[in-house]
């Protein structure tokens, strides 16, 4: 029996509650798994095949349904919060029994009602679980070239690396610590494009565009930071790069190529430790 997944089985008894299936009709009683009554084909007997998927109960016995998860077996998807409880969060997978995300398999805390990225895996104890972990079961033969754009899900931040990425909900991507500017949380839907495909088919991902077609939007934010500050700003491009990231959201080279289109454009002009809005 192939647990977490969908499978062909044969039914080969049947009983006032339902019916027994196997593998065929040689199965040993180990062998078979119960098909309660209220799921059983009205036109079914002993030798009918079925498809059907295999979980446990609430009493940890497998057991068949006809209805079929939204996800199956280390498959990636976004499922609801049915509800939290002592042990993890309980998602709503469109089976009876909810599928349990424990505390431990979180990248965050979730909250009832709110969709999270996930992949049914088999624990320690041969049950069916949920994972926020879901880097292992990510595909890395996305059809993505450089410089196509993408839409993803941040599924974990790592200080040391940059934000991880499921583009599509299926494949692999990071964000590099390099190109993360500004806030982002695990669980948020971004679009980004692509700066690279490694060798074992992973992206590399920006939010950002090409440098000349984000200067004009640099040039602009730099501007509304300027108005904000009240007309200048007490730093100039020759500031480290920790305050410009900081302050900006940008790197050292982006701010100094917007402060240049706009030196260009006579909008601005620079002092000794300030950049001052022109008239």
Not at 226 to 238: C, M, N, S, V, Y
Request: hydrophobic share 40%; proline share 4%; net charge neutral.
């Amino acid at each position: 029996m192939q647990l977490g997944e969908k499978q062909t089985l044969t039914i080969v008894k049947q009983v006032e509650f339902g019916v027994y299936l196997a593998e065929d009709m040689a199965g040993a009683p180990e062998e078979r798994v119960l098909l309660p009554g209220k799921q059983v084909p009205k036109d079914a007997g002993v030798g009918t095949k079925l498809e059907v998927f295999i979980y446990k109960d609430s009493k940890d016995r497998l057991i068949a349904t006809t209805h079929m998860p939204k996800l199956t077996l280390h498959q990636v998807g976004e499922l609801q919060v049915a509800q939290v409880g002592r042990i993890g969060a309980f998602l709503d997978w469109g089976l009876e029994k909810d599928l349990l995300l424990p505390f431990r398999e979180q990248t965050r805390k979730v909250q009832e009602g709110e969709i999270c990225l996930v992949a049914p895996y088999i624990d320690k104890s041969s049950r069916l679980c949920a994972t926020m972990n879901v880097y292992e079961y990510l595909d890395t033969d996305s059809p993505y070239a450089k410089d196509d754009r993408v839409e993803g899900v941040v599924y974990e931040i790592s200080r040391d690396f940059g934000a991880f990425v499921a583009v599509d909900g299926r494949y692999s991507a990071l964000i590099p610590k390099k190109e993360l500017y500004g806030e982002i949380r695990v669980g948020e839907k971004i679009s980004a494009r692509v700066t690279g495909v490694k060798a074992d088919g992973k992206l590399d991902l920006s939010l950002r565009e090409k440098a000349y077609l984000q200067m004009d939007t640099d040039a602009q934010k730099v501007l509304e930071a300027i108005g904000e500050r009240g007309g200048a700003l007490p730093f100039t491009d020759k500031a480290s790069p920790e305050v410009i990231r900081t302050e900006m959201q940008m790197s050292k080279n982006e701010f100094k190529r917007a402060v240049g289109r706009l030196l260009k454009q006579g909008k601005i002009e620079i002092t000794e430790n300030r950049i001052v809005k022109k008239g």
